[in-house]
T-cell receptor, first 113, second 115 residues
Framework: KAGVTQTPRYLIKTRGQQVTLSCSPI?????VSWYQQTPGQGLQFLFE???????NKGNFPGRFSGRQFSNSRSEMNVSTLELGDSALYLC????????????FGSGTRLTVV | QQQVKQSPQSLIVQKGGISIINCAYE??????FPWYQQFPGKGPALLIA?????SEKKEGRFTISFNKSAKQFSLHIMDSQPGDSATYFC??????????????FGGGTRVLVKP
């Protein structure tokens, strides 16, 4: 079965712009989570959506937002991009509702210049 | 605040040797401890996971040892192979619907297996 699909794979944006990243979870998975991965901070939790509701949010500024659609697909948006937002953004989906059996996508590599 | 501390940051092991990675956590509410393997250009992939009611779990060449009283857990990779060269992350999550699907990750260990 298809895995977690993230688009685009690579993105270059200019400081101050905004960006939208997309994630299609595994069919049947209702939980979608987003993580930021950087060499300095490692893997950090951004937020989680379950059945279109944000259930959990990490310690990131309000410039980071997300949403989930009725088909479980999710998008995350970063407004007013900063150089420090350059990172690999990972999406993970889960069938269960409690942190078990995560499957990650390959991520979107965002570079802010 | 880093709630899961992982060590070492990197290690080099000869083919056939044992790789050992350690993690320590602070939050006693954690009840699920997975390990992930990540290759360059890929997302992390679940390797093996353990619950605190079990002291050890083995899957093939990979073993998790768990010490609840010490709040520590470790990953042992037996008979390490060059294909095991990757970055390994320990993680932890809490039970309960309110906690949801939030994983707290350790800092990662880059493992290099020399042939």
């Amino acid at each position: 079965k298809a895995g977690v699909t993230q688009t685009p794979r690579y993105l270059i944006k200019t400081r101050g712009q905004q960006v939208t990243l997309s994630c299609s979870p595994i069919s049947g998975h209702r939980s979608v989570s987003w993580y930021q991965q950087t060499p300095g901070q490692g893997l950090q939790f951004l937020f989680e959506y379950f059945s279109e509701t944000q259930r959990n949010k990490g310690n990131f500024p309000g410039r980071f937002s997300g949403r989930q659609f009725s088909n479980s697909r999710s998008e995350m948006n970063v407004s007013t991009l900063e150089l420090g937002d350059s990172a690999l953004y990972l999406c993970a989906s889960s069938l269960e509702s409690q942190g078990y059996g995560y499957t990650f996508g390959s991520g979107t590599r965002l570079t802010v210049v | 605040q880093q709630q899961v501390k992982q060590s070492p940051q990197s290690l080099i092991v000869q083919k056939g040797g044992i790789s050992i990675i350690n993690c320590a956590y602070e939050n006693t509410a954690f009840d699920y401890f997975p390990w992930y393997q990540q290759f360059p250009g890929k997302g992390p992939a679940l390797l093996i996971a353990i619950r605190p009611d079990v002291s050890e779990k083995k899957e093939g060449r990979f073993t998790i040892s768990f010490n609840k009283s010490a709040k520590q857990f470790s990953l042992h990779i037996m008979d390490s192979q060059p294909g095991d060269s990757a970055t390994y992350f320990c993680a932890a999550s809490m039970a309960g619907m309110a906690a949801g699907n939030k994983l707290t990750f350790g800092g990662g260990t880059r493992v290099l297996v020399k042939p």
